[in-house]
Structures are given as structure tokens and as C-alpha cells.
């Protein structure tokens, strides 16, 4: 059996992210970092809420979306908080990425059983 929260959650986490993407594009975007990377984060934008409206809609689908989107995410924001930013110790952004990590941890653990819940 698998939580009825999942959905709801990654509604509200996907609808964080379509937010904050916003806003950083609104305070000039992500110019310090290279042009496929910026590229990417840019595209957060319209993923995440792509993956809002399809977890509404279509949550079986939203759910594959929002692991594909998580996992990237995930991987993205490591190579900027460790690779283009070369500051020593812990960081804001380092610590944003280790939050990122988990949620997709537990999006990508909990989505075949939702999935399968929400067939039945």
C-alpha cells in the first residue's frame, strides 16, 4: 500500500518549483552558469509545471515526469554547487542540492507503488 499524499506532495513540490524558477528568472536568470546548464534550469520552468498540470490530469504520467525531472534536477544542481561553484565548505546552494536529492529519492522510491495504486 502506498501513501495518498504522494500526488498531492508532488503537486505542491512541482508548483514550488515552477515558482522559483520564475523568480529567478525575474531577478536575471542564471547567468554565471554555462549556457546548457542556465539552458536546463530555464526549461524548470515549463517542466515543473507540465508536472503540476499532468499530475492533475494524468497523475500516472505526472509521476514518471516528475522522477525524470527530480533526477535531473538532482544531478544539475550538483554540478553547480560543485563544479561551478568552487567555494570550500557548505554551502546555501549545497545544501538546497542535498535537499533536491532526497525528494528525488523519495519521488523515484515511491512512484511504482503509487502508480500501481492508482491502476486499481
Request: glycine residues 8%.
Amino acid at each position: 500500500m502506498t501513501s495518498p499524499l504522494v500526488v498531492p506532495a508532488a503537486v505542491v513540490l512541482f508548483a514550488y518549483g515552477t515558482i522559483v524558477h520564475v523568480v529567478q528568472l525575474a531577478m536575471g536568470g542564471y547567468p554565471e552558469m554555462p549556457g546548457w546548464l542556465a539552458a536546463y534550469f530555464v526549461s524548470l520552468t515549463f517542466l515543473d509545471a507540465l508536472a503540476v498540470v499532468l499530475l492533475l490530469c494524468r497523475p500516472a504520467a505526472g509521476l514518471v515526469l516528475g522522477c525524470f525531472i527530480m533526477v535531473t534536477d538532482a544531478a544539475a544542481n550538483f554540478y553547480a554547487n560543485y563544479v561551478v561553484d568552487n567555494s570550500p565548505g557548505l554551502t546555501a546552494g549545497r545544501v538546497g542540492q542535498a535537499v533536491i536529492t532526497l525528494l528525488a529519492v523519495a519521488l523515484v522510491t515511491l512512484t511504482p507503488r503509487t502508480r500501481q495504486a492508482l491502476r486499481r
